[in-house]
């Protein structure tokens, strides 16, 4: 069985290699998230890699943060600072960690705003192995990412499917969305009683999980911001967490308070913005009005936190 | 449902066994004959009865409001209810003696590589094999992972990038005329037997590995030079199954002529039947019931180079029917078939296009490799095959099929293969 073994080992390795070596642009890469998040991927990716504009200051998250920060309104308010909203749908840390890394080896950013909510998620972003490098997938560590293998295979197929495109010259062009700025704002207001519904629904108490089980669910995202955190202290990035709950969340501050407060600041908005039930599209998604309350607080804050650090 | 069915035959198996009473036995085997049967009549048929009654009735004035019901079709139900059905109806036989340990009889009817699509396996061949004791075996192994390199490329590289380009030309929406129609039965004939051909050598290399025999169950079937020997090369452990427990036993080629070839069309009908409920499943039975009284009617004597395309052309529009939605689509595209003002090259231009004309021709050198090592091989397999080979000429293939998979496989559709819905 061994000889067999080898021998099958030593058959794949150049394979293998050539798949994991094998060059894919990256354009095409956020290119084949066509179908995804209303065609975001392409647009994130010119931003970063074609669009000559700075990027001061970065929001990372998921539509919470797509729907709820104006880069637009941040960006007037603050002169000489250019502030982007690369939120993309779904949530997941590891995707994070991808953005930051494309961001920083193209543009000097100053300010990281990170999206947190009242728990951290435990899984892979779905799009993380569409756009990350061979290397941060295949190195993911094992014991913490349930989404490992699944990964490296969408990773692999993808970069195999990609490399056909390229040969057979097949026409995969996403509408090209153009702009500066990531805000997508959306119109209306969540109706009163359904809003009532979800907050009564949200006070029944829910049994406490055990605080290993915790501890081992949040492994995943404290890893990956751990990561990020690093990356950023080698360019003295400043890091802020940024606490987004859903409607009628019961708390004032995120379980992971303690982990992003030793890596950045945390800002928690007040109350008012969320408890308003006009500011909600739904129960996840502030909606215009609402997110134009929380940009005026969040520039607020940005300003104040520079002048803090001019003076320090 | 599996372990239901398993549970009656296993008894009934050993009834049958210590049973001397003519009547007992037989009234034993019919016990088991309704149970089977009338678990996958259930799960397979009841809503097709119903609306083949509905529509009947709806001829006349009469309004019957008998509904049809939301059935999930369990996983394997035709694969395993045949495999266990031909358990009981041996030890009938008496072919066979029945097991009495229930753990080897269970993992018979539910062995995973076969149990989804088959091959239909015999007890009198994989039965006895689960008493053995098994250990490694080198060769096993190689010849294992051989079936399974050659049903992967098979199934990625040739049926599914064929699979994109029929269901194109298949749906309903299209309206295809009838030249694309026929290239579109080409394309699934290569799909169908590519995809189904892919999932039994992967099954058989799987088995294989565990130290398991599976019966081959197709060999190089387009090469056949009649429509008998295309049955006796196409979906073989099932065509073995309708003559062993079907044909012959309705009197086979015995009797008078006209007995023979009623014989013939049941068994076919039934063929038809078991791939699906619906009329064009019984169609496409139906007309290769009618092609083979044909063929053993005339006695054809043409030379087989002559009958050979003859036999390869209607096989392949027999596929139309088997991959027709319903009847009414069916219709739509024999009506797009008989009407030649309709022949373009359009449609199959715009198809072809879509998927990448540089693609297209890739596919098309690949499949008349493809079709030429089918040809080297004749009723071989793949392992048999390439084990004939020098060491440098063997990994030199699997390094090709490896690269075929890998530049033109088709890594984007859904995994599935056509044969799990049966």
Same mark, same amino acid.
């Given at each position: ?312 | ?35 089977? &049967?009338?678990?996958? +009549? %259930? *799960? @397979? ?12 009735? =709806? /001829? #006349? ?85 051989? &079936?399974?390199?050659? +049903? %992967? *490329? @098979? ?12 269901? =194109? /030309? #298949? ?252």
């Amino acid at each position: 069985m061994g000889k067999l073994l080898k021998n099958i080992i030593l058959f794949l390795i150049p394979i293998l290699l050539m798949i994991v070596l094998l060059p894919v642009n990256k354009r095409f890469m956020y290119q084949g998230l066509k179908d995804d998040c209303s065609n975001i991927g392409i647009w994130v990716h010119d931003r970063i890699f074609n669009n000559p504009r700075a990027i001061d200051i970065a929001f990372l998250g998921s539509s919470r943060t797509m729907n709820s920060i104006s880069d637009r309104l941040i960006s007037d308010s603050i002169p000489g600072r250019e502030a982007v909203n690369f939120g993309y749908c779904r949530f997941g840390r590891d995707l994070n960690f991808v953005l930051i890394k494309d961001i920083i080896r193209e543009k000097s950013l100053r300010n990281l705003v990170i999206e947190v909510r009242e728990n951290e998620n435990r899984f892979s972003h779905p799009i993380f192995p569409y756009i990350a490098q061979s290397r941060d997938v295949v190195l993911a560590n094992p014991i913490y990412n349930a989404d490992l293998l699944s990964n490296a295979w969408t990773h692999f197929s993808y970069k195999i499917e990609l490399t056909q495109d390229f040969i057979y010259q097949h026409d995969s062009a996403a509408p090209i969305r153009i702009g500066d700025f990531g805000f997508a704002p959306v119109e209306g207001t969540a109706s009163s009683s359904s809003l009532d519904e979800i907050k009564q629904m949200r006070n029944i108490p829910k049994p406490e999980v055990m605080k290993i089980i915790q501890d081992f669910h949040a492994s995943f995202a404290r890893a990956y911001l751990k990561k990020i955190s690093k990356t950023c202290s080698e360019r003295n990035i400043d890091i802020y967490f940024l606490y987004l709950p859903s409607y009628g969340s019961n708390s004032d501050k995120p379980k992971e308070y303690d982990t992003y407060l030793k890596y950045g600041v945390v800002l928690i908005p007040p109350n008012d913005i969320f408890e308003d039930q006009i500011n909600w599209y739904d129960e996840n998604h502030l909606n215009q009005c609402g997110a134009k309350k929380l940009s005026i607080w969040i520039t607020k804050q940005i300003n104040l936190k520079w002048k803090q650090h001019v003076i320090n | 449902m599996i372990i239901i069915s398993s549970t009656i035959d296993y008894i009934i198996g050993l009834k049958l066994h210590i049973t001397t009473i003519k009547s007992h036995r037989k009234l034993l085997l019919i016990v088991s004959l309704l149970v089977n &049967l009338g678990i996958l +009549g %259930f *799960f @397979k048929y009841f809503n097709f009865f119903i609306e083949s009654f509905n529509e009947l009735l =709806s /001829i #006349f004035p009469i309004n019957l409001d008998s509904s049809t019901l939301k059935i999930i079709l369990p996983i394997g139900i035709s694969f395993y209810t045949f495999q266990t059905l031909s358990y009981t109806i041996d030890i009938y036989k008496k072919k066979i003696e029945p097991t009495r340990d229930i753990y080897s009889f269970f993992a018979f009817v539910s062995f995973f590589p076969q149990l989804v699509s088959g091959p239909i396996e015999r007890a009198s061949h994989l039965l006895q094999q689960f008493h053995e004791k098994k250990a490694f075996n080198h060769k096993l192994c190689v010849a294992g992972l051989r &079936l399974m390199l050659w +049903g %992967f *490329f @098979k199934k990625i590289v040739i049926a599914d990038n064929f699979g994109i380009l029929a269901d =194109s /030309i #298949f749906n309903p929406d299209l309206s295809a005329s009838g030249l694309t129609i026929i290239i579109g039965a080409i394309f699934f004939a290569f799909q169908i037997y590519a995809d189904f051909s892919g999932y039994s050598d992967i099954a058989i290399g799987i088995a294989r590995m565990f130290g398991f025999d599976i019966i081959q169950n197709f060999k190089t079937p387009y090469y056949a030079a009649s429509f008998g020997e295309f049955w006796r090369r196409w979906h073989i452990s099932l065509s073995t199954w309708f003559r062993d427990y079907v044909y012959i036993p309705l009197g086979g080629n015995k009797g008078k002529i006209s007995r023979v070839y009623l014989n013939i069309s049941i068994t076919f009908l039934l063929s038809g039947l078991w791939h699906g409920a619906d009329f064009t499943f019984l169609i496409w039975g139906g007309l290769h019931g009618l092609v083979l009284i044909i063929e053993k009617h005339i006695d054809i004597k043409l030379h087989k180079i002559y009958y050979y395309p003859v036999v390869l052309i209607c096989v392949t529009l027999f596929w139309i029917p088997f991959r027709a939605e319903d009847l009414g689509h069916l219709a739509d595209m024999v009506n797009s078939v008989i009407h030649l003002s309709s022949y373009s090259f359009v449609q199959i231009e715009q198809i072809v296009s879509d998927f990448s004309m540089i693609r297209f021709s890739t596919l098309i050198t690949v499949l008349v490799a493809f079709m030429g090592v089918e040809f080297l091989m004749k009723s071989k397999d793949f392992n048999e095959w390439v084990g004939d080979r020098r060491r440098i000429t063997r990994i030199l293939i699997y390094y090709a099929l490896i690269f075929a998979i890998l530049l033109i496989g088709n890594f984007s559709v859904k995994p599935s293969f056509i044969y799990f819905q049966f």
